[in-house]
């Protein structure tokens, strides 16, 4: 183990989580070809398709911030461009 610290820690909780976010992904668009669709139920009873893009959704699961992946996909770039 290394005392250095994670220059990516986003990315790092993404890679420890990627096996089963994969899966659920892959479940998922499995449902999607069977003609079978995320939905959700207000306390009305009342249903409504999800809107949100699966990604978001497993992410949410895994507490994946995308918004700090974006960051650090920009600071990777910048970094290999030799910008950083």
Do not use: C
């Not at 989580?17 to 995320?38: M, P």
């Amino acid at each position: 183990m290394t005392n250095e610290k994670d220059e990516y820690p986003e990315h790092t909780k993404l890679k420890a989580v990627n096996v089963e976010t994969q899966a659920a992904y892959d479940f998922v668009e499995w449902l999607r070809t069977q003609g079978v669709f995320l939905a959700f139920t207000d306390s009305y009873g009342a249903t409504y398709p999800a809107n949100q893009s699966i990604d978001s959704m497993l992410a949410e699961w895994k507490d994946i911030d995308l918004r700090k992946i974006d960051e650090e996909k920009r600071a990777m770039l910048a970094k290999i461009r030799g910008e950083a």
